[in-house]
């Protein structure tokens, strides 16, 4: 049974460029939240998705930052104009229902230059 | 706003040697709080989730605890595959985030 999968494990942009990050939930889990650990930070909630639809995104920067969890396919963290503070470890975690344990993927680390 | 402590930030211990790890969160209605265990360089592996004072769970060397207040992560005779970051988290009754602390980074030595 798959766990939650993330891709690129590693992303490298220039300052201005988009980075787009990936996470496929668990088999059955219909529930994704994005999570971002900053060095020397605790982890921090972004948003929070079900198929096709943004539950919770308070977490999530009011600029340059987007989520999606289409109908079909993985969820898509977007960031454009990547600025160097941008730089951290992404994460995903996926539960089948809301308000049940998550389960997190391996990270996506991005590195703005 | 949810509140979590976890202390101390490092601990080192000598295989064998048992201890605790603490985890104090402020939240206005508790709906679950959560162990995580970290590696270097990979996501949060899920270890338990605790949902009212006074229940306790158990896995291997760990027991986690729980309190109305804190909640603690014993460790028995570790060993040093046991070394790691311990993150606690809570999720309050409205939602359905996790607020995490910075969590402890555990070495043990052989």
């Known amino acids: 049974n798959a766990g939650v999968m993330q891709n690129p494990r590693h992303l490298v942009r220039r300052r201005g460029q988009e980075a787009r990050l990936r996470c496929s939930p668990m088999?059955?889990?219909?529930?994704v939240y994005w999570y971002r650990q900053l060095p020397e930070e605790g982890l921090k909630f972004m948003v929070y998705?079900?198929?096709?639809?943004?539950?919770?995104e308070s977490g999530m920067p009011k600029e340059r930052f987007s989520a999606e969890f289409p109908k079909e396919g993985p969820s898509i963290l977007r960031i454009q104009q990547v600025v160097r503070g941008d730089s951290a470890a992404y994460f995903c975690?996926?539960?089948?229902?809301?308000?049940?344990?998550?389960?997190f993927g391996p990270g996506t680390r991005l590195l703005v230059l | 706003e949810d509140q979590v402590t976890q202390s101390p930030e490092a601990l080192r211990l000598q295989e064998g040697e048992s201890s605790s790890l603490n985890c104090s969160y402020t939240?206005?209605?508790?709906?679950?709080l959560f162990w995580y265990r970290q590696d270097p360089g990979k996501g949060p592996e899920f270890l338990f989730t605790?949902?009212?004072a006074g229940e306790e769970k158990e896995k291997e060397r760990l027991k986690a605890t729980l309190t109305k207040k804190e909640s603690f992560l014993h460790i028995t005779a570790p060993k040093p595959e046991d070394s790691a970051t311990y993150l606690c988290?809570?999720?309050?009754?409205?939602?359905?985030?996790?607020?995490f602390g910075e969590g402890t980074q555990l070495t043990v030595n052989p």
């Open positions: 975690a996926s539960s089948p229902q809301a308000r049940e344990t998550q389960y």
């Open positions: 088999k059955g889990h219909s529930h």
């Open positions: 998705l079900q198929k096709e639809n943004i539950i919770d």
């Open positions: 939240v206005s209605g508790l709906r679950g």
């Open positions: 605790l949902y009212s």
């Open positions: 988290a809570v999720r309050e009754t409205s939602g359905s985030r996790l607020t």
